[in-house]
């Protein structure tokens, strides 16, 4: 593991971050551990100074002959004499182990890290350090493992390894904290509450916005520009930076393709060559530029325009992050702007912030998607509407929640993208609002009678970028049409819960996932392996409450006979049917399970033999006389094998072996009867 996986905004160092702290960290010594092991090598680092901050993988004779201290050796100072060197060495130290070192500089500090070889570079450096031993009269070091003897040229390896991985982890994590440091100085500076004061004055609102990417990033040209009254084009507001002079005539139609494609892609758009933007000469000198689009209830309300020739992926993330900010506070001015204006847009927000801590929290998709539909009819005051979820495979819409006065529409029925005015919006990717079906360009078509109004508004579903359905609310109880309020107050309602319905998605796939690990694909109740795992806790509950239960295993006489006749097909439709009988004779407590082929095994918690005989022979007349209903052409019976924990055996092995052992003699007598031991 590399010390910045996971590394929760250097929570060690925020607050200040040297390159010492660092070093000694749990999760850097955690990774030098393991740098160690792997290249079998003594790690340690220093300071400046030459005071230790870290040992890992310590060397077995360094660490012996620092224990001795003889003068002879002059461990360690024969290897801390490098602390000083600012180029990397390949050395070896007075007792002939290979060892390396080399300075780290970060953070306007240094340290060093110095390699010891775990082992000599020949034979002969070994029999002279026996050999200072022996001369100083000192105690031979236990040899316990076999010794490998590395040259230089490996020890470099190790070393320039070692030096490139520290060097890339510290870099990496520089960059990390600088693009940290500098979105906190950014949403630092742009205050929620002093934007809120600003808007009341849009003028200073824009400049407030576009001083702060100012300050941040210095030297920086940048426009804000927002729609026209009349909704035709985009006019600069204000500028800053050395255009300042021309970007005041930049305008852009709302055909523009720049327009055009941040509104389908809903990101920032890069120009090498302006004259896509603009053909009026006196912006030839613009070279380069981004546009960041600013979304107001699913439209493009204004765009930011910097003029740089590059920005680097770490800003264009921070300037993302930012858009996306300033989108958030443009969108809660607005919506504070319709409360002011209009108390029952208050009592709905108040009720939409309600309803979406009500729902957030709810996992089953079914019941969630019905609330959300429940709960956006309450919200617009209306009668009518569904809930459609894309099917990714089949690229369907599918009813997945529905409220109408008739049954023209069903839960989970399924409609192409190009069949409905649902799939005209997925398409689209944006809203439709429609205040009369039959007048209304887009669509042109008679009202149905199901509807009692001609208006209606369909809504897409996004989770992330990604279109998931579409939501279609109509009716309003009073006869009302719906208007560009409701459309906001939904989109906002439905962004709001769009992470519930991931997550509800993810849960769905996950029990799908894990009820497909445990069933059998044929017949769809437990397999093998869950069957193990069943039989494992009852035997974990018999040891605690002393409770036996007993375990049955049946098979059909004569199935192979039955499929060479029928075929494998009726063999396949005649286990499922089997399966089927088992689920609906046994009591709610059993546990049914297939165990391979026509083999069936059923588990009988808390049941004695006694019990467990009379459940089986039961079981056996429910399945042979519906057997004998189903199959007139060839009668079929069943031979039943029992045993009981922990009468019959004291594991799950020998339980399992002890009920073929019954079924067995089962089948052995003639079939069609059941053995116990």
């Known amino acids: 593991?590399?010390?910045?996986?996971?590394?929760?905004?250097?929570?060690?160092?925020?607050?200040?971050?040297?390159?010492?702290?660092?070093?000694?960290?749990?999760?850097?010594?955690?990774?030098?551990?393991?740098?160690?092991?792997?290249?079998?090598?003594?790690?340690?680092?220093?300071?400046?100074?030459?005071?230790?901050?870290?040992?890992?993988?310590?060397?077995?004779?360094?660490?012996?002959?620092?224990?001795?201290?003889?003068e002879s050796l002059d461990c360690p100072n024969s290897c801390d004499q490098l602390l000083k060197s600012d180029v990397s060495h390949i050395f070896r130290c007075n007792l002939k182990l290979?060892?390396?070192?080399?300075?780290?500089?970060?953070?306007?500090?240094?340290?060093?890290?110095?390699?010891?070889?775990?082992?000599?570079?020949?034979?002969?450096?070994?029999?002279?350090?026996?050999?200072?031993?022996?001369?100083?009269?000192?105690?031979?070091?236990?040899?316990?493992?076999?010794?490998?003897?590395?040259?230089?040229?490996?020890?470099?390896?190790?070393?320039?390894?070692?030096?490139?991985?520290?060097?890339r982890q510290l870099i990496s994590l520089e960059e990390k904290y600088k693009l940290e440091e500098k979105f906190l100085r950014m949403t630092s500076l742009f205050d929620s509450q002093a934007f809120g004061t600003l808007s009341k004055r849009p003028e200073l609102m824009y400049r407030y916005i576009l001083d702060t990417i100012e300050f941040v990033f210095r030297q920086t040209s940048a426009t804000l520009m927002v729609l026209s009254d009349d909704e035709s084009v985009y006019r600069t507001t204000y500028c800053l930076g050395k255009y300042k002079d021309i970007l005041p005539d930049l305008t852009l139609d709302t055909n523009n393709p720049v327009i055009n494609k941040m509104r389908d892609t809903r990101a920032a758009v890069f120009l090498e060559d302006f004259g896509e933007v603009s053909s009026s000469l006196q912006f030839k000198k613009i070279e380069s530029s981004y546009f960041f689009p600013i979304f107001i209830g699913g439209a493009v309300d204004a765009v930011i325009g910097i003029f740089t020739k590059e920005i680097s992926?770490?800003?264009?993330?921070?300037?993302?992050?930012?858009?996306?900010y300033v989108q958030l506070n443009l969108e809660n001015r607005n919506l504070r702007m319709a409360v002011s204006e209009n108390k029952k847009a208050d009592k709905k927000l108040t009720y939409l912030a309600d309803i979406t801590k009500s729902i957030v929290s709810i996992l089953d998709q079914d019941r969630l998607l019905n609330t959300l539909l429940d709960k956006s009819l309450?919200?617009?005051?209306?009668?009518?509407?569904?809930?459609?979820?894309?099917?990714?495979?089949?690229?369907?819409?599918?009813?997945?929640?529905?409220?109408?006065?008739?049954?023209?529409?069903?839960?989970?029925?399924?409609?192409?993208?190009?069949?409905?005015?649902?799939?005209?919006?997925?398409?689209?990717?944006?809203?439709?609002?429609?205040?009369?079906?039959?007048?209304?360009?887009?669509?042109?078509?008679?009202?149905?009678?199901?509807?009692r109004t001609k208006s209606f508004m369909s809504v897409p579903i996004k989770i992330e970028d990604r279109l998931a359905g579409v939501l279609n609310l109509s009716d309003k109880i009073k006869g009302d049409i719906f208007n560009n309020d409701d459309l906001s107050l939904i989109e906002s309602f439905i962004s709001s819960v769009a992470i519930a319905i991931e997550r509800s998605m993810l849960y769905k796939q996950t029990e799908k996932l894990q009820k497909l690990s445990i069933t059998d694909p044929l017949t769809g109740i437990y397999n093998r392996r869950h069957l193990n795992r069943r039989l494992s806790e009852e035997i974990t509950?018999?040891?605690?409450?002393?409770?036996?239960?007993?375990?049955?295993?049946?098979?059909?006489?004569?199935?192979?006979?039955?499929?060479?006749?029928?075929?494998?097909?009726?063999?396949?439709?005649?286990?499922?049917?089997?399966?089927?009988?088992?689920?609906?004779?046994?009591?709610?407590?059993?546990?049914?399970?297939?165990?391979?082929?026509?083999?069936f095994v059923a588990i009988f918690p808390q049941t004695p033999?006694?019990?467990?005989?009379?459940?089986?022979?039961?079981l056996k007349e429910h399945i042979e006389k519906s057997l004998s209903e189903h199959n007139i052409e060839m009668p079929l019976s069943i031979s039943v094998g029992l045993a009981t924990f922990p009468d019959d055996a004291s594991s799950i092995m020998e339980l399992i072996e002890k009920t073929d052992q019954a079924l067995y003699l089962a089948k052995k007598g003639g079939g069609n009867r059941v053995v116990y031991l």
């Open 1 to 70: 593991m590399f010390p910045n996986d996971n590394y929760n905004g250097f929570s060690e160092v925020s607050d200040n971050l040297t390159l010492e702290k660092l070093l000694s960290s749990n999760k850097w010594i955690e990774y030098f551990h393991e740098l160690s092991k792997t290249l079998n090598v003594e790690l340690s680092g220093y300071n400046s100074d030459g005071a230790r901050l870290f040992i890992t993988n310590e060397n077995p004779f360094c660490k012996f002959s620092r224990s001795l201290q003889a």
């Open 98 to 167: 290979l060892c390396f070192s080399f300075p780290v500089i970060r953070f306007g500090e240094k340290a060093f890290i110095i390699g010891r070889g775990m082992f000599f570079d020949e034979y002969g450096s070994l029999l002279n350090f026996l050999k200072i031993l022996r001369d100083n009269n000192l105690p031979e070091l236990p040899i316990l493992t076999p010794l490998n003897f590395l040259d230089e040229d490996h020890m470099k390896s190790v070393s320039t390894y070692v030096e490139l991985s520290i060097n």
């Open 313 to 324: 992926r770490e800003d264009m993330k921070i300037l993302n992050a930012f858009r996306e």
């Open 378 to 451: 309450q919200l617009l005051n209306a009668e009518q509407g569904s809930l459609m979820l894309l099917d990714y495979d089949t690229s369907e819409l599918v009813v997945e929640a529905k409220r109408c006065i008739d049954d023209t529409v069903q839960e989970k029925m399924r409609f192409k993208k190009g069949e409905s005015i649902a799939g005209m919006v997925l398409d689209k990717g944006g809203s439709l609002l429609v205040e009369n079906i039959e007048k209304d360009p887009r669509i042109k078509q008679a009202n149905r009678a199901r509807y």
């Open 541 to 599: 509950r018999y040891n605690r409450y002393k409770h036996p239960f007993s375990f049955m295993m049946l098979d059909l006489d004569k199935f192979k006979e039955y499929n060479d006749t029928f075929g494998h097909i009726a063999g396949d439709n005649l286990i499922r049917n089997l399966a089927s009988m088992m689920e609906k004779s046994l009591r709610t407590v059993d546990i049914a399970a297939r165990f391979g082929g026509d083999e």
């Open 609 to 618: 033999k006694v019990d467990a005989i009379q459940i089986s022979n039961r």
